[in-house]
């Protein structure tokens, strides 16, 4: 009995030395502190009741020259130079040979519609790289510009922060943080160990995109860091919140106070930050000089719902669906020792073959036993697939040899190039075609690059991986895993309608895609703009019919963009 009192007197000696002060703190921080949503009315340094998005023009110019005078506007403080010499000696430091040589690659498909230029893109590109060059190079050390809080210059900025996930995650969603800067003239920057710099090109000439490694970001230092913060939710004193947020946002709109944030974070994950995709949270957004991006999940599909954002969009991507395509193709380029190793593969793999065929096979199970049924199903939906749409001809059976007529296909040759994780498929396809006759007269040869068992997220990986993507971007038919960001970057740089190899179910074996467009993975499809009654709670196909829920065999839940009319599509029927 001793013993158990003196074991719980130490219990509640722990209790009240630890727990009972941080409790106190929690509720004297509360309520002795004044709620920034709650303060008298100042006249400056606050939330503007009514802001604007800043690039909505006059009703002369059109959207791609209110854009363009917004992101020139943002850059006519500064008297940067920069001339020819400048940029050569750049491009001499960063070579890109992919910028001019990538487009190319894909004008030798038979069977697909060459990319047309989009010469406003281009311009509002070099414009945009215009602001980045002139912001970083007149602020200098950027740590110390945030650290000291100058309100000097007219510069804002978007850091997206990357990490903990494969390439086709990293690229997608840095590709729509990268519209999205574009749109709101914010200079953005990625941390250094992203290692997106190991495999992709510096997209803005005479700057560059990465942040100093010594940027002090959220997460890192204050309350969030600790676990009673993150426990309470306390809220960083310098980076807030979405929720914070949208508290300022509603109180400002009842005719409060609010104090403007100087820094903001988003995340980009599940659950969705739904307000983000509403006019009124941009421009509130806009007042913030910084934000901060962060998660996992591409979003620029949604971006064309942003009533302010939409006219400027359309006028730049006459076809919604093919928005990531240009983008790709435009800024995230291989570095030349990646693309040097793409170029020798593309050679070794697809010269002197007649049909490229690309299968992409990602397994989401953990288990043994998931593996095991998932691959047994997936080779078996992969057959099926390319039997029934005929994208491979089918093998002759041992005693039919010799007997077939000829097609006017005869002895062509079918390149099949498989990439997975494992060896299961590539191996059921090579006992189906090794030195066996086929039902036309064709010689399928299959190939596997690597086979790592798991996924890596080094360097090394993203260099293989950025390699084996733009490779299957080459084919002329594609079959992809359903949710990979892997097939899908393959799928869009390409401006390949893909078909999906169904892995859950035994009903079907495969699903054509409606678009060459990646999904928004378990986005909302009903706008969430509370001071917007004309479209809050509206489903946002209905103002926005070209953004389509994904097919069951992706995401139901997801959002993505097809093309404007449904009519033309992008890549023919095979």
Same mark, same amino acid.
């Given at each position: 009995?001793?013993?158990?009192?003196?074991?719980?007197?130490?219990?509640?000696?722990?209790?009240?030395?630890?727990?009972?002060?941080?409790?106190?703190?929690?509720?004297?921080?509360?309520?002795?502190?004044?709620?920034?949503?709650?303060?008298?009315?100042?006249?400056?340094?606050?939330?503007?009741?009514?802001?604007?998005?800043?690039?909505?023009?006059?009703?002369?110019?059109?959207?791609?020259?209110?854009?363009?005078?917004?992101?020139?506007?943002?850059?006519?403080?500064?008297?940067?130079?920069?001339?020819?010499?400048?940029?050569?000696?750049?491009?001499?430091?960063?070579?890109?040979?992919?910028?001019?040589?990538?487009?190319?690659?894909?004008?030798?498909?038979?069977?697909?519609?060459?990319?047309?230029?989009?010469?406003?893109?281009?311009?509002?590109?070099?414009?945009?790289?215009?602001?980045?060059?002139?912001?970083?190079?007149?602020?200098?050390?950027?740590?110390?510009?945030?650290?000291?809080?100058?309100?000097?210059?007219?510069?804002?900025?978007?850091?997206?922060?990357?990490?903990?996930?494969?390439?086709?995650?990293?690229?997608?969603?840095?590709?729509?943080?990268?519209?999205?800067?574009?749109?709101?003239?914010?200079?953005?920057?990625?941390?250094?160990?992203?290692?997106?710099?190991?495999?992709?090109?510096?997209?803005?000439?005479?700057?560059?995109?990465?942040?100093?490694?010594?940027?002090?970001?959220?997460?890192?230092?204050?309350?969030?860091?600790?676990?009673?913060?993150?426990?309470?939710?306390?809220?960083?004193?310098?980076?807030?919140?979405?929720?914070?947020?949208?508290?300022?946002?509603?109180?400002?709109?009842?005719?409060?106070?609010?104090?403007?944030?100087?820094?903001?974070?988003?995340?980009?994950?599940?659950?969705?930050?739904?307000?983000?995709?509403?006019?009124?949270?941009?421009?509130?957004?806009?007042?913030?000089?910084?934000?901060?991006?962060?998660?996992?999940?591409?979003?620029?599909?949604?971006?064309?719902?942003?009533?302010?954002?939409?006219?400027?969009?359309?006028?730049?991507?006459?076809?919604?669906?093919?928005?990531?395509?240009?983008?790709?193709?435009?800024?995230?380029?291989?570095?030349?020792?990646?693309?040097?190793?793409?170029?020798?593969?593309?050679?070794?793999?697809?010269?002197?073959?007649?049909?490229?065929?690309?299968?992409?096979?990602?397994?989401?199970?953990?288990?043994?036993?998931?593996?095991?049924?998932?691959?047994?199903?997936?080779?078996?939906?992969?057959?099926? !697939?390319?039997? /029934?749409? &005929? #994208?491979?001809? +089918?093998?002759?059976?041992?005693?039919?040899?010799? %007997?077939?007529?000829?097609?006017?296909?005869?002895?062509?040759?079918?390149?099949?190039?498989?990439?997975?994780?494992?060896?299961?498929?590539?191996?059921?396809?090579?006992?189906?075609?090794?030195?066996?006759?086929?039902?036309?007269?064709?010689?399928?040869?299959?190939?596997?690059?690597?086979?790592?068992?798991?996924?890596?997220?080094?360097?090394?990986?993203?260099?293989?991986?950025?390699?084996?993507?733009?490779?299957?971007?080459?084919?002329?038919?594609?079959?992809?895993?359903?949710?990979?960001?892997?097939?899908?970057?393959?799928?869009?740089?390409?401006?390949?309608?893909?078909?999906?190899?169904?892995?859950?179910?035994?009903?079907?074996?495969?699903?054509?895609?409606?678009?060459?467009?990646?999904?928004?993975?378990?986005?909302?499809?009903?706008?969430? !703009?509370?001071? /917007?009654? &004309? #479209?809050?709670? +509206?489903?946002?196909?209905?103002?926005?019919?070209? %953004?389509?829920?994904?097919?069951?065999?992706?995401?139901?839940?997801?959002?993505?963009?097809?093309?404007?009319?449904?009519?033309?599509?992008?890549?023919?029927?095979?």
């Amino acid at each position: 009995m001793v013993t158990g009192m003196k074991g719980s007197n130490r219990k509640w000696g722990l209790f009240r030395y630890l727990v009972v002060p941080a409790f106190l703190l929690l509720f004297f921080s509360f309520t002795l502190s004044p709620s920034p949503f709650e303060l008298p009315n100042p006249q400056d340094n606050g939330f503007h009741a009514n802001p604007t998005v800043s690039f909505v023009g006059e009703a002369s110019e059109s959207p791609v020259q209110a854009l363009i005078g917004a992101i020139r506007s943002a850059t006519t403080f500064s008297n940067v130079s920069f001339n020819d010499a400048d940029a050569k000696i750049w491009r001499s430091h960063n070579s890109c040979a992919a910028r001019t040589e990538l487009g190319p690659r894909y004008a030798r498909k038979p069977h697909t519609k060459p990319l047309d230029p989009n010469p406003q893109w281009d311009l509002v590109l070099e414009e945009y790289a215009a602001l980045h060059r002139t912001c970083m190079r007149s602020i200098g050390d950027i740590t110390e510009f945030f650290r000291t809080g100058t309100a000097t210059s007219s510069c804002k900025f978007l850091i997206m922060e990357l990490g903990g996930v494969g390439l086709g995650n990293k690229v997608s969603l840095l590709t729509s943080a990268v519209l999205y800067a574009v749109l709101t003239q914010r200079v953005i920057l990625i941390n250094t160990w992203s290692l997106i710099s190991s495999t992709m090109c510096e997209p803005f000439l005479g700057s560059s995109w990465l942040l100093d490694q010594r940027f002090p970001l959220p997460g890192r230092h204050g309350p969030e860091s600790t676990f009673l913060g993150r426990l309470t939710g306390l809220e960083d004193p310098v980076w807030k919140s979405s929720r914070y947020f949208e508290k300022g946002v509603d109180a400002t709109k009842r005719g409060k106070y609010v104090p403007t944030p100087s820094a903001m974070k988003v995340e980009f994950s599940d659950p969705e930050v739904t307000r983000f995709y509403c006019d009124t949270e941009q421009a509130f957004l806009a007042e913030a000089t910084w934000l901060h991006f962060t998660g996992c999940l591409y979003f620029l599909p949604k971006l064309f719902a942003v009533p302010a954002f939409r006219p400027a969009l359309e006028a730049l991507f006459p076809d919604p669906s093919l928005t990531f395509t240009y983008l790709l193709r435009s800024l995230m380029l291989p570095r030349d020792n990646v693309w040097q190793q793409v170029k020798e593969h593309d050679i070794a793999l697809f010269a002197n073959v007649d049909t490229r065929v690309g299968i992409q096979v990602r397994f989401l199970y953990g288990r043994k036993v998931y593996f095991e049924r998932a691959s047994k199903r997936a080779n078996k939906h992969v057959k099926q !697939c390319i039997s /029934e749409n &005929n #994208i491979l001809p +089918g093998a002759v059976r041992e005693d039919e040899r010799g %007997i077939g007529s000829r097609t006017a296909r005869s002895g062509q040759v079918i390149r099949v190039f498989v990439t997975s994780l494992h060896t299961a498929l590539s191996e059921e396809l090579l006992r189906m075609y090794d030195k066996q006759e086929t039902t036309t007269g064709e010689t399928v040869m299959v190939t596997q690059l690597t086979h790592r068992g798991k996924q890596g997220f080094g360097s090394d990986d993203d260099v293989m991986a950025m390699i084996e993507i733009l490779l299957l971007s080459f084919v002329d038919k594609l079959l992809i895993t359903p949710l990979s960001t892997f097939g899908g970057l393959a799928q869009a740089y390409g401006a390949i309608i893909p078909w999906f190899v169904e892995m859950k179910k035994n009903s079907v074996s495969c699903t054509r895609a409606q678009t060459p467009d990646l999904c928004y993975q378990m986005a909302y499809a009903y706008y969430d !703009c509370p001071h /917007e009654r &004309n #479209i809050h709670r +509206g489903k946002i196909q209905k103002t926005v019919p070209y %953004i389509r829920q994904c097919l069951s065999v992706e995401e139901s839940a997801g959002l993505q963009l097809v093309p404007s009319n449904l009519s033309s599509k992008w890549t023919s029927d095979l």
